[in-house]
């Protein structure tokens, strides 16, 4: 339920609750919008879907104009802006929390948020639910030492932060994807899980 | 004329269709090709404008012969009726519903003494994993036909003659692509209207399903094998 994302790698687990039901064990939380964004939706999957299916008529209705042009992430950050605020304000809120990983039409990195009351910035780290208790941090402190880190590193730091997200939020799955946005390429993987160690569970003290 | 059509029909057919830029599409083994020969009246046009090759949604890829203005609105309406699918079905719409759709619309335009029928014919080609290429013809009067090989505007009758000549069931759009080329070349008339530039465009297996137009190497291919044939028929007609 709870993803994070950094400049230009964007992760989201694969997990759908039902409650606290871990209902839909293989589900696509991030969606590539067209080549320079990619989106990943936390809370209501039905919002999300829906929100999904708008900017998938988007990406067809700037294709068929056939000049090579598509809406940027932050065109794509602030059309959903538009519309969550809007929803907020007519007490019929989308509950979701979006973020927007891209680049602009200068090819510069992009990360932006979105929260169901319309909420929006842009930032160089940004997470949704657990993830901004657990991880946010650890993804700041990797960023101040490293800021002008490449795609690997930032990955590693994204991996890391899902192993402790995994130890630490009971609700959680150890089955995520990780979608990058760069120069190249843009692309989401496959499914993967983080390598974890629970020896120290043998021996808890303080919690029998 | 169709009896099924309205009075009108034929009206538009005439000044529209046929008196413009000739218009081919071949269905070959894996996708279809679209060769437009676009007249160009002007130097002053900007190069690559005013395109008469359109998709329709991403998955469908139309050319038009005729009146542009008329061809803007029918793709409109075409691109609306894919949307309105897609909503619906959560699936991309299949060329035949579309050019039902489309059908069902161009004849509405010659039922009523109102409205005037569209002055455009439309050759629309998709091609899909599962069913393969597919390629329809609708023309003014709202009839849409399915075609192997089809052409339309000035040329018609010697682009289709050209046509039948090509296997094209067992030919790829790489191939394709050359042969419509020089269809085009062959039946552009050098004396009447000077200037033209040649729109490909190409849907299949190379293309993944999606429409797009010719890449520029494959384009450059096309045009030199062309020009190559013309100078080669040319070369007969010295000799005889």
């Known amino acids: 339920k709870q993803w994070y994302q950094r400049r230009v790698a964007i992760t989201a687990g694969t997990l759908g609750s039902y409650g606290s039901l871990a209902r839909f064990r293989d589900i696509q939380r991030l969606m590539k919008v067209n080549d320079s964004t990619i989106i990943g939706g936390f809370g209501d999957y039905a919002d999300f879907q829906f929100l999904m299916k708008l900017l998938r008529q988007q990406t067809i209705d700037d294709e068929v104009v056939g000049d090579g042009v598509y809406r940027d992430a932050p065109a794509i950050h602030n059309w959903l802006r538009c519309v969550l605020y809007n929803r907020r304000t007519k007490f019929n809120p989308l509950w979701n929390t979006i973020v927007v990983a891209g680049k602009n039409y200068g090819g510069e990195p992009y990360l932006g948020y979105v929260d169901k009351i319309g909420v929006a910035f842009e930032e160089k780290t940004v997470a949704t639910g657990f993830g901004s208790y657990i991880a946010l941090p650890m993804m700041r402190k990797a960023m101040d030492e490293n800021p002008d880190m490449g795609v690997e590193e930032a990955k590693a730091v994204l991996k890391r932060c899902l192993r402790v997200l995994f130890y630490r939020d009971c609700r959680s799955l150890n089955r995520f994807q990780i979608g990058v946005v760069s120069a190249g390429e843009t692309s989401i993987s496959e499914p993967m899980s983080a390598d974890t160690d629970w020896s120290i569970g043998a021996n808890p003290s303080g919690y029998e | ?240």
């Open chain 2, 1 to 240: 004329s169709d009896l099924s059509s309205g009075i009108n029909a034929e009206w538009p057919l005439r000044p529209g269709v046929e008196n413009s830029g000739s218009v081919i599409a071949v269905r070959g083994s894996d996708g279809v090709v679209f060769g437009v020969e676009k007249i160009i009246t002007s130097q002053l046009y900007e190069q690559g404008n005013n395109r008469r090759v359109q998709s329709v949604d991403d998955h469908i890829g139309g050319a038009v012969a005729g009146m542009l203005s008329d061809a803007r609105a029918i793709v409109a309406r075409a691109r609306e009726e894919a949307t309105d699918y897609r909503d619906v079905y959560q699936v991309p719409i299949p060329l035949k519903m579309l050019c039902e759709r489309l059908g069902h619309y161009v004849h509405l335009y010659t039922v009523y003494g109102g409205l005037r029928p569209f002055g455009v014919s439309i050759l629309l080609g998709s091609w899909d994993e599962l069913n393969g290429a597919k390629l329809m013809e609708i023309d003014p009067s709202g009839s849409a036909r399915g075609y192997y090989g089809c052409a339309v505007g000035k040329g018609k009758q010697n682009a289709k003659t050209e046509i039948e000549k090509l296997d094209m069931t067992k030919l790829t759009c790489r191939e394709l692509i050359k042969e419509v080329a020089k269809i085009i070349y062959s039946v552009h008339d050098e004396v009447k209207d000077k200037h033209f530039e040649l729109e490909l465009s190409w849907i299949g297996k190379d293309t993944g399903g999606k429409h797009q137009i010719v890449p520029k190497d494959l384009y450059d291919e096309a045009v030199k094998y062309a020009e190559e044939a013309l100078n080669d028929s040319d070369d007969e007609d010295n000799v005889m």
